[in-house]
Protein backbone atom coordinates (compact mmCIF):
# COMPACT_ATOMS: atom_id res chain seq x y z
CA UNK A 1 0.00 0.00 0.00
CA UNK A 2 2.87 1.95 1.05
CA UNK A 3 4.06 1.92 -2.39
CA UNK A 4 1.12 3.13 -4.24
CA UNK A 5 1.05 5.95 -2.21
CA UNK A 6 4.45 6.66 -3.19
CA UNK A 7 3.87 6.06 -6.59
CA UNK A 8 0.79 8.51 -7.04
CA UNK A 9 2.95 11.40 -5.04
CA UNK A 10 5.85 11.07 -7.12
CA UNK A 11 3.17 11.12 -10.31
CA UNK A 12 1.56 14.18 -8.77
CA UNK A 13 5.06 15.78 -8.45
CA UNK A 14 5.80 14.71 -11.72
CA UNK A 15 2.82 16.27 -12.98
CA UNK A 16 3.30 19.64 -10.65
CA UNK A 17 6.91 20.03 -12.83
CA UNK A 18 5.44 19.96 -16.46
CA UNK A 19 2.66 22.42 -15.49
CA UNK A 20 5.42 24.76 -13.87
CA UNK A 21 7.44 24.19 -17.19
CA UNK A 22 4.79 24.91 -19.25
CA UNK A 23 3.79 28.43 -17.62
CA UNK A 24 7.54 29.21 -17.60
CA UNK A 25 8.91 27.91 -20.22
CA UNK A 26 7.54 31.53 -22.36
CA UNK A 27 9.66 33.96 -19.86
CA UNK A 28 12.83 31.72 -20.61
CA UNK A 29 12.22 32.37 -24.17
CA UNK A 30 11.79 35.31 -23.83
CA UNK A 31 14.83 35.96 -21.71
CA UNK A 32 16.98 34.05 -24.27
CA UNK A 33 14.96 36.18 -26.78
CA UNK A 34 16.15 39.56 -24.78
CA UNK A 35 19.79 38.54 -24.48
CA UNK A 36 20.37 37.88 -27.81
CA UNK A 37 18.84 41.11 -28.96
CA UNK A 38 21.28 42.64 -26.61
CA UNK A 39 24.02 40.70 -27.42
CA UNK A 40 23.74 41.19 -31.07
CA UNK A 41 22.71 45.33 -30.40
CA UNK A 42 26.49 45.04 -28.82
CA UNK A 43 28.06 43.58 -32.09
CA UNK A 44 26.62 46.12 -34.05
CA UNK A 45 27.52 48.85 -31.82
CA UNK A 46 31.16 47.98 -31.94
CA UNK A 47 30.94 47.49 -35.59
CA UNK A 48 29.35 51.41 -36.13
CA UNK A 49 32.17 52.62 -33.41
CA UNK A 50 34.69 50.77 -35.66
CA UNK A 51 33.91 52.59 -38.87
CA UNK A 52 33.25 55.63 -37.20
CA UNK A 53 36.22 55.82 -35.60
CA UNK A 54 38.17 54.43 -39.00
CA UNK A 55 36.25 57.13 -41.26
CA UNK A 56 37.52 60.37 -38.87
CA UNK A 57 40.62 58.88 -39.08
CA UNK A 58 41.18 59.07 -42.69
CA UNK A 59 39.90 62.08 -43.04
CA UNK A 60 41.85 63.66 -39.95
CA UNK A 61 44.41 62.18 -42.10
CA UNK A 62 43.35 63.94 -44.95
CA UNK A 63 43.32 66.95 -43.77
CA UNK A 64 46.88 67.30 -42.12
CA UNK A 65 47.98 66.31 -45.84
CA UNK A 66 45.96 69.12 -46.96
CA UNK A 67 47.62 71.38 -44.64
CA UNK A 68 50.99 70.23 -45.36
CA UNK A 69 50.74 70.72 -49.14
CA UNK A 70 49.22 74.47 -48.53
CA UNK A 71 45.58 73.20 -49.68
CA UNK A 72 43.91 75.19 -46.95
CA UNK A 73 40.19 74.71 -48.37
CA UNK A 74 40.62 70.71 -48.46
CA UNK A 75 41.92 71.19 -45.28
CA UNK A 76 39.00 73.05 -43.48
CA UNK A 77 36.47 70.52 -45.30
CA UNK A 78 38.41 67.83 -43.79
CA UNK A 79 39.20 69.07 -40.54
CA UNK A 80 35.28 70.39 -40.42
CA UNK A 81 33.43 66.96 -41.07
CA UNK A 82 35.74 64.98 -38.46
CA UNK A 83 34.73 68.25 -36.17
CA UNK A 84 30.94 67.98 -36.69
CA UNK A 85 30.12 63.89 -37.26
CA UNK A 86 33.67 62.33 -35.74
CA UNK A 87 33.97 60.15 -32.46
CA UNK A 88 34.83 62.57 -29.66
CA UNK A 89 38.16 62.27 -29.38
CA UNK A 90 39.10 63.39 -33.06
CA UNK A 91 36.55 65.72 -32.82
CA UNK A 92 38.49 67.36 -30.88
CA UNK A 93 41.55 66.97 -32.44
CA UNK A 94 40.18 68.36 -35.75
CA UNK A 95 38.69 71.84 -34.06
CA UNK A 96 42.26 72.49 -32.56
CA UNK A 97 43.19 72.21 -36.39
CA UNK A 98 40.42 74.75 -37.01
CA UNK A 99 41.56 76.48 -34.27
CA UNK A 100 44.99 76.62 -35.53
CA UNK A 101 44.03 77.33 -39.34
CA UNK A 102 42.04 80.35 -37.86
CA UNK A 103 45.22 81.39 -35.52
CA UNK A 104 47.01 82.04 -38.84
CA UNK A 105 44.57 84.06 -40.19
CA UNK A 106 45.20 86.31 -37.29
CA UNK A 107 40.94 85.37 -36.33
CA UNK A 108 42.03 85.20 -32.66
CA UNK A 109 38.15 85.38 -31.33
CA UNK A 110 37.67 82.60 -33.66
CA UNK A 111 40.12 80.36 -32.59
CA UNK A 112 39.51 80.77 -28.86
CA UNK A 113 36.28 79.36 -29.16
CA UNK A 114 37.43 76.75 -31.51
CA UNK A 115 39.64 75.50 -28.54
CA UNK A 116 37.01 76.32 -25.97
CA UNK A 117 35.04 73.87 -28.25
CA UNK A 118 37.71 71.22 -28.36
CA UNK A 119 38.13 71.04 -24.64
CA UNK A 120 33.84 70.40 -24.10
CA UNK A 121 34.08 67.85 -26.96
CA UNK A 122 37.19 66.00 -25.39
CA UNK A 123 37.12 62.62 -23.99
CA UNK A 124 39.61 63.06 -21.70
CA UNK A 125 41.51 65.36 -19.72
CA UNK A 126 44.48 65.52 -21.43
CA UNK A 127 43.01 66.44 -24.52
CA UNK A 128 40.73 68.72 -22.60
CA UNK A 129 43.31 70.72 -21.21
CA UNK A 130 45.59 70.93 -24.26
CA UNK A 131 42.70 72.67 -25.54
CA UNK A 132 42.56 75.07 -22.85
CA UNK A 133 46.35 75.96 -22.46
CA UNK A 134 46.09 76.79 -26.30
CA UNK A 135 42.71 78.74 -25.56
CA UNK A 136 44.47 80.37 -22.56
CA UNK A 137 47.86 81.56 -24.76
CA UNK A 138 46.42 82.56 -27.85
CA UNK A 139 44.05 84.87 -25.54
CA UNK A 140 46.91 86.63 -23.49
CA UNK A 141 48.77 87.41 -26.86
CA UNK A 142 45.01 89.34 -27.90
CA UNK A 143 45.45 91.14 -24.79
CA UNK A 144 42.57 89.56 -22.79
CA UNK A 145 41.89 91.18 -19.30
CA UNK A 146 43.74 89.26 -16.39
CA UNK A 147 40.81 88.43 -14.19
CA UNK A 148 39.45 86.78 -17.65
CA UNK A 149 42.73 84.94 -17.77
CA UNK A 150 43.34 83.89 -14.25
CA UNK A 151 39.80 82.55 -14.04
CA UNK A 152 40.91 80.46 -17.69
CA UNK A 153 44.29 79.23 -16.24
CA UNK A 154 44.27 79.04 -12.38
CA UNK A 155 42.05 75.48 -12.96
CA UNK A 156 44.75 73.97 -14.82
CA UNK A 157 47.41 74.78 -12.32
CA UNK A 158 45.98 72.08 -10.04
CA UNK A 159 48.38 69.56 -8.76
CA UNK A 160 46.13 66.84 -10.48
CA UNK A 161 45.97 68.54 -13.82
CA UNK A 162 48.05 66.64 -16.46
CA UNK A 163 49.68 70.20 -18.09
CA UNK A 164 49.55 72.13 -14.36
CA UNK A 165 53.33 73.17 -15.08
CA UNK A 166 52.99 74.47 -18.26
CA UNK A 167 49.40 76.33 -16.84
CA UNK A 168 51.19 77.69 -13.70
CA UNK A 169 54.24 79.33 -16.30
CA UNK A 170 51.24 80.86 -18.15
CA UNK A 171 49.55 82.24 -15.18
CA UNK A 172 52.95 83.74 -14.31
CA UNK A 173 53.42 84.95 -17.29
CA UNK A 174 49.97 86.60 -17.62
CA UNK A 175 50.31 88.51 -13.77
CA UNK A 176 53.99 89.92 -15.27
CA UNK A 177 52.24 91.30 -18.42
CA UNK A 178 49.60 92.89 -16.23
CA UNK A 179 51.93 94.47 -13.72
CA UNK A 180 51.38 92.19 -10.89
CA UNK A 181 55.25 91.73 -10.52
CA UNK A 182 54.45 90.56 -6.90
CA UNK A 183 52.27 88.11 -7.57
CA UNK A 184 54.01 86.83 -11.02
CA UNK A 185 57.15 86.39 -8.61
CA UNK A 186 55.33 84.12 -6.33
CA UNK A 187 54.39 82.30 -9.15
CA UNK A 188 58.06 81.66 -10.74
CA UNK A 189 59.51 80.82 -7.55
CA UNK A 190 56.96 78.07 -6.76
CA UNK A 191 57.36 77.39 -10.05
CA UNK A 192 61.23 76.82 -10.00
CA UNK A 193 60.67 74.43 -6.83
CA UNK A 194 58.30 72.03 -8.96
CA UNK A 195 59.87 68.72 -8.73
CA UNK A 196 57.79 67.31 -12.01
CA UNK A 197 58.78 70.90 -13.68
CA UNK A 198 61.99 69.80 -16.34
CA UNK A 199 65.15 71.75 -16.01
CA UNK A 200 64.40 74.31 -19.17
CA UNK A 201 60.92 75.39 -17.25
CA UNK A 202 63.15 75.71 -13.88
CA UNK A 203 65.76 77.70 -15.32
CA UNK A 204 62.86 80.10 -17.23
CA UNK A 205 61.58 80.48 -13.80
CA UNK A 206 64.67 81.07 -11.95
CA UNK A 207 65.72 83.82 -14.44
CA UNK A 208 62.33 85.39 -13.95
CA UNK A 209 62.72 85.58 -10.15
CA UNK A 210 66.18 87.42 -10.66
CA UNK A 211 65.07 89.80 -13.68
CA UNK A 212 61.75 90.46 -11.49
CA UNK A 213 64.25 91.54 -8.01
CA UNK A 214 66.28 93.18 -10.47
CA UNK A 215 63.23 95.49 -11.91
CA UNK A 216 64.97 94.48 -15.46
CA UNK A 217 61.73 92.49 -16.30
CA UNK A 218 60.21 94.72 -18.45
CA UNK A 219 60.67 92.58 -21.40
CA UNK A 220 60.09 89.14 -19.70
CA UNK A 221 56.96 88.63 -21.04
CA UNK A 222 58.01 88.69 -24.82
CA UNK A 223 60.68 86.59 -23.90
CA UNK A 224 59.21 83.60 -22.04
CA UNK A 225 56.85 83.76 -24.93
CA UNK A 226 59.81 83.01 -27.50
CA UNK A 227 60.98 80.44 -25.47
CA UNK A 228 57.32 78.56 -25.43
CA UNK A 229 55.71 76.15 -27.13
CA UNK A 230 52.68 74.41 -27.78
CA UNK A 231 50.86 71.95 -27.55
CA UNK A 232 52.55 72.05 -23.85
CA UNK A 233 55.43 69.27 -22.62
CA UNK A 234 54.01 65.89 -22.28
CA UNK A 235 51.99 65.13 -19.19
CA UNK A 236 52.89 62.95 -16.60
CA UNK A 237 52.08 59.22 -16.78
CA UNK A 238 48.80 59.11 -16.78
CA UNK A 239 46.25 55.93 -17.50
CA UNK A 240 46.57 55.22 -21.60
CA UNK A 241 43.35 56.20 -23.25
CA UNK A 242 41.23 53.02 -23.98
CA UNK A 243 40.05 54.61 -27.20
CA UNK A 244 42.47 57.48 -29.05
CA UNK A 245 39.03 58.04 -31.36
CA UNK A 246 37.36 59.11 -27.95
CA UNK A 247 34.03 57.21 -26.79
CA UNK A 248 30.64 57.81 -29.18
Partial sequence: MADIFEEVEEQLRSDRYIAIAKRSWPFAAGAAGVALLLALGLWAWDQHQSSLQASASEAYNRG??????????????????????????????????????????KKTAEAIALFDQAAQVAPDQ?????????????????????PELEARITPLTGVDRPYHVSAREALAMARL????????????????????????????????????????AANLPAALKLARTLPPPAAPMMPPIADPAGAQ
Fill in 64 to 105: LDAVAAGDRAKAETEFGTVAKSGPRGYRTLALMQEGALRLAD
Fill in 126 to 146: VLADVARLKAAFVAMDSGMPL
Fill in 177 to 216: AAGKAKDARADFQALGLMLDADDATRNRAQAAVALIDSGA
